[in-house]
């Protein structure tokens, strides 16, 4: 009777509370199955832990909570009677088990964050070199439990492929956030340093379970107000949050803050004087913040100040940054991401032309951070040339997590596909380890975090935000294998929910491309906010800001030629790899109008016509999301009401605009070709002058407009 | 050892989501003490329930929910054997047993909100006269079962006060929220129609549980484009929501809507197409949401558009909107909050001089809402004079439940202070009924709500929301019963923390005033963001925006004088209630500076000078917050950590910026007055000019400043 009474109100409690996203993939529930939680209560009946440090508490610390959670009863501290199985956590050198363990089982280096899981005679052993790998081991220990994994034959060591994985919050100190679509700031700067926000702490764990260790807590849109010695006061108190989670915090630097902060006359980075304030504004961070992670630098593009003020290169520029950061061990990351003011060329081309000869000029602490692709961020670009372009200079990767131009708030898609996609594209075909994630020392991840309850708005957000830190440890898992964990992690054992669920996330990214850029088509979405399709703009006072630059439509042709016929940004990729590209008839048809101008009549290998192709991939898209709600809704009962009603009213809206994407697209570029929608294609509803009367002023993701 | 184990799991349960707030004063926690919990358990085993419509349903589900809580079972349908006690819900007719107690036991009119509530043979009878009753008996009931009320003897009648119970969200279609310190606006206008957030369905929950009945989803400084037809869909989503819970939908309606949605040359009030266009809006609004509440107009004031551009009346705009709303049962709330454009007067005296004119010039369906002092929301002000002038006008009492004076996100003060002390002011003293709370037909609360998890951010800002809904309710309630209550609902039945967290409450408000606004200073708070001091502000464009305009300090005097001497303001008030201001030494000193300007050296009731006494209440207000902050630090181990953190935080916050207060202005004044601090009084920390320089670009509450 009162067992059955707690587990009512239990159930109670979790009917008010769990299902609203706040604990993400953390959602340490009880295991259902009593077997099964039986036999992880036996094994795991004790925490042998010996650590020291900070880090190594807060593993101790999560260790014990999530057991405790997930298998309803605390463990010991030590082993009850001398038959019972535990857990050994701690440094090679911690525990006498460990030690007999290591005697006989050769362990290699396992580095600053790697990583031994073994069961050895019953019990489990954790095993690292230092305590931030306890932290990565505790949280793939709980994950196995979580999703049902036998700890019998466990024989793992895990280390990060790559020193930084670092997420880059575009938030903006009065706590709105560029780009964001769920909410406002995390940050509350206003209250910090005294108010540390639960958030915090939670967003800490919630980043190190997933092996994210850096984060960017400001705009690269840099706002000098942050080197302020009150702001810095603030973020030092998020540092201290961040640190027992094995988090650095990095700082956006505007170059003007010299000017802006400092009062003097110039930035130039050879002033004396500015050299000298840059040294003693690092000098000043890091006596607040010792292991201060550094600067991140968007420099002169769209309209952020930088060296070219004064004559200066990005290097020239980098450098003086750099050194003020050396001697306290910092890093700048400038981000490749620059476009001359002046209008006309290829923007595909820029990044490209601006960095290639400055390779081997930057500092050794200086990192090149390069977006995946070469315009932005676009739902499928071909991989950025500048990746085998700069061999001297350490490369960061950057993702976009908040999904600018993938749907925004509210669309289901599943950003794992487009990650691994990049990370496994190969640029030397004809030699071995020339895939993008062969190139790189790191990923930089451009979050979708914001005040929402459950973090992301769409609840589906948060498999973006695991995948992005998965990848970042373990760069060649493949997307299925992250959407199947995130599956189990966020709704539980149930098999069917799983395949779902993954099934779901598997199909989102081809039906999102298709429903708004099938077969090359990019920048084609509204000006500003980037809310819904755009194609006819083409009044803004530069051509490359014009979605119709980038598909040049004519009654007879579209596409952006980049041949050598054209802007030659072809040429900028090796030859090896630029191949594939080269000829329309065996170019790869998801990127042929990146690269091509052809006639609307032009035949794909399929046999139909690029017209034909373009009308059939919108309605594909359109179809595909249908059958995304149809997967979902099987789910009705196998899924908590609060979350299963949340995403199918999204999915609502993402069948609603890729109506509206496939509509307002064909509509168009069928009153400038003239031609019919084809056969299979459902006509547009409106008018092409209703879609280009659509105004969203107060879409989000911009500043606010009044 | 199962029923230890599902505890464990309960209690894990509950320090994973329990005290983060969201859940506010419905937090139906088990009922600790098993004697109470099975008391309630026999005497409730059932919820026998009569109704029909969508308000009756939510009663009954909310009642069920609650119980199933509370006690840890689920009530049954109906008596489960001959002798089980229950609840009979429903109207007078609805029920055998509820007819029964009825003949002989006579029940006066109810009205369309009232219940009774009464213990019969052992069982409890909610009865009502329409299901919107039902609803507020049903929390009335919870709140007694969470606050240990004994049911035996429950034997009563309620009644609302006022027909109108509104909550003002200065919400802005951007998200951002004007005065907002608990994050973005919770109104996802975005994602409306299409996507519900269940925080919708907990807020009409929140606010029909302490007898809200209205709520103006937009901001007073108003968008037109509200009145847009896809914004419409989105308001009616919204008013489908709230209908449930009885809770009706308003809009704020921008003067200028007739050009800048309607495209008309003029906005003039008395113009047929102006006219026309309102009228036709109305029907379109009305076609959309039957039970549309209406207008709420801020015209001709603080930039916003009017009727006086046109050379009308505020009552001719007035009434054109009330024409339009009329046919549909729609009402106009015109917000008296006007000055001139033209510097120069006193702002105490506009409101005034600009609506008596006009009382008797409105139509039936127009209401005039009052801010509760003449100036604008400050810590301690006098009663506006206007609603004791108004006989032929409907009045509603205008309160700020968000704190843009009083500290803003972060301080403790309880507002229900200042609410009971201005509904109980009598402006009649000679006379019954003079107090305000007689004068006004309903109350309007300009939200204190946002995106936070907790809704208002400061966790106390709960309990201001929560006395703002009772008193709507009953007027007449003690700001004591009212802290009482919340403390109980929100932390548990512990006497000592519901003793401690009273009188906490008790102590904040004249701890705020004595820290920012002692002796009837006023408005000499920073400008724009109102953050902090600045009560040396003299430069900005009219003299009646400048701090220093409202105290006017030199070095023999301080204070406004409205005497007869100087703006004559006092003369608004009936004689009898002005007699009590007309001599300094007999003014209540709380109001002193608000008539008066006064030598430094004016000795006060207490012997002190006005001097000593301002330098004294500045201590005691700083001495008050350290009280507060120990009281808080006593109930540590009696309050759940997160919670407990979260508001010594916030009253470590408070304290600083009490000293602040007190420097910054003591500083200032001890200046200007050339006058040593006070004996007594903790000397600046720092000099003038240190207080002078402070600035805060991202204070929150105004639109950001980019």
Redesign the interface.
């Known amino acids: 009777m ?2 059955f ?6 159930l ?3 009917a ?3 299902a ?1 996203g ?2 993400l993939w953390l959602r340490h529930r ?1 295991i259902e199955d009593p077997t099964a939680r039986q036999q992880y209560q036996r094994a795991l009946s004790f925490v042998d832990a010996a650590v020291q440090g900070p880090t190594g508490n807060s593993a101790v610390r999560e260790l014990r ?1 999530g057991l ?2 997930l298998l ?3 463990p010991a501290t030590s082993p009850a009677k001398k038959r019972s199985q535990g857990i050994y956590l701690g440094l090679r050198q911690s525990s006498s088990r460990i030690r007999q363990y290591l005697q006989s089982n050769a362990v290699e280096d396992l580095g600053p964050e790697g990583y031994h899981l073994a069961s050895y005679q019953g019990d489990v052993l954790l095993i690292a070199d230092q305590e931030q790998g306890l932290l990565y081991g505790v949280f793939d220990l709980l994950r196995a439990i979580q999703t049902g994994e036998d700890l019998t034959n466990l024989q793992r060591t895990e280390r990060p492929a790559y020193q930084y994985r670092i997420l880059n919050h575009w938030d ?5 956030v560029e780009r964001g679509y769920a ?2 700031s995390i940050w509350n ?3 910090l340093p ?3 926000d ?2 915090y702490v939670d967003y800490a764990r919630a980043c190190a379970s997933v092996g994210i260790n850096g984060t960017v807590v400001t705009n690269v849109n840099a706002n000098s ?1 942050v080197f302020r010695a009150d702001y810095l006061e603030k973020a030092a108190a998020l540092a201290d949050v961040f640190r027992p989670y094995g988090i650095k915090l990095y700082l956006t630097a505007r170059f003007s803050s010299p000017v802006e902060l400092g009062g003097l006359p110039t930035a130039d980075p050879l002033d004396p004087q500015v050299i000298a304030w840059w040294k003693s504004k690092a000098a000043e961070i890091y006596a607040r913040i010792p292991d201060f992670g550094g600067f991140v630098v968007k420099a002169n593009s769209e309209g952020q100040p930088g060296p070219r003020e004064y004559g200066r290169s990005h290097a020239e520029g980098a450098n003086v940054l750099a050194d003020a950061l050396a001697p306290h061990g910092g890093i700048v990351v400038w981000r490749a991401f620059v476009y001359t003011d002046k209008a006309g060329g290829d923007r595909f081309r820029e990044a490209y032309d601006e960095f290639t000869p400055l390779d081997g000029a930057f500092r050794k602490n200086v990192l090149l951070q390069i977006k995946n692709g070469p315009i932005d961020f676009q739902p499928r670009e071909p991989v950025s040339p500048l990746f085998a372009a700069m061999p001297q200079t350490p490369l960061l990767l950057e993702f976009q997590i908040t999904k600018e131009y993938l749907g925004q ?2 669309h289901l898609v599943g950003m794992a596909s487009l990650y691994t996609e990049v990370l496994g594209t190969d640029l030397a075909p004809n030699q071995a380890g020339g895939e993008i994630r062969e190139y790189i020392t790191g990923m930089a991840g451009v979050s979708n975090i914001g ?3 459950n973090w992301t708005g769409n609840l589906f957000g948060q498999a973006d935000w695991y995948a992005f830190g998965r990848l970042s440890w373990g760069p060649e898992l493949p997307a299925n294998t992250i959407f199947r964990e995130w599956a189990k992690l966020t709704f539980g054992p149930d098999p069917t929910v799983v395949t779902t669920v993954t099934e779901l996330l598997e199909k989102s990214y081809p039906a999102c491309v298709n429903y708004m850029t099938p077969l090359g088509l990019h920048h084609i979405m509204a000006t500003g906010h980037h809310y819904g399709p755009g194609p006819w703009i083409d009044d803004l006072e530069r051509d490359d800001w014009n979605p119709y630059y980038y598909h040049g439509a004519t009654r007879d042709s579209v596409g952006f030629d980049r041949k050598a016929s054209g802007s030659k940004a072809l040429a900028q990729y090796p030859a090896e790899f630029a191949r594939q590209f080269l000829d329309p008839t065996t170019c790869p048809p998801e990127f042929l109008l990146w690269f091509h101008r052809l006639p609307w009549t032009f035949a794909l290998p399929n046999g139909n016509s690029l017209w034909q192709e373009l009308g059939l991939s919108y309605q594909r898209g359109v179809d595909q999301v249908a059958e995304m709600q149809t997967l979902w809704a099987s789910l009705e009962n196998r899924v908590d009401r ?1 979350r299963h ?2 995403v199918s ?2 999915l ?2 993402q069948a ?1 605009e890729a109506r509206w994407w496939r509509d307002a697209c064909l509509a168009y570029f069928s009153a400038v070709s003239g031609l019919p929608i084809p056969a299979g294609v459902t006509p547009p509803k409106h008018s092409l002058e209703y879609y280009r009367s659509l105004v ?5 993701g911009i ?4």
């Open positions: 009162r067992a009474f707690f587990l009512l109100t239990f109670c409690s979790l008010l509370c769990g609203d706040y604990q009880l909570s405790t959670n309803g009863t605390a903006n100190l009065d706590g709105t909410g406002f700067w206003h209250q005294e108010f540390i639960q958030r107000l708030g509210t005040t929402a309850r609060e009603l949340h009213q999204h609502a809206i609603k969203y002023p107060y879409a989000p500043r606010p407009q009044w």
